[in-house]
């Protein structure tokens, strides 16, 4: 099983606070993969995989200890197959707009 987990976290500006936010999140017990999807405006989405739901206390706990907080999480076990549905539904949206000529 593959469970997605999304953080919203306030505060990320740069490149060193994805790297920061990174390093500690990779630190919690269970934690395969971490990306940063960095925002401008508002928290930016950090998602981390793991093959088992993860402690939210040390999910935010490595936050903090990065310097940042966490608005929001938000735990998917369906995982990739929820991620797979939403893109599927995304590309048919797409071909029906652009059909093959």
Do not use: F, W
Not at 43 to 53: C, G, Q
Request: a negative charge; glycine letters at 6%; hydrophobic letters at 35%.
């Amino acid at each position: 099983m593959t469970v997605i987990t999304t953080l919203d976290v306030s505060g990320m500006t740069c490149g060193h606070c994805v790297s920061a936010v990174t390093n500690e999140l990779e630190t919690v017990d269970g934690v395969e993969r971490v990306s940063v999807e960095l925002r401008t405006e508002g928290a930016s989405e950090v998602t981390v995989l793991s093959h088992e739901p993860l402690d939210e206390s040390a999910l935010r706990a490595a936050i903090v200890e990065a310097g940042y907080e966490a608005s929001r999480i938000e735990v998917d076990t369906e995982g990739l197959a929820s991620q797979a549905a939403e893109q599927h539904k995304h590309q048919e949206e797409y071909r029906a707009q652009h059909p093959l000529t």
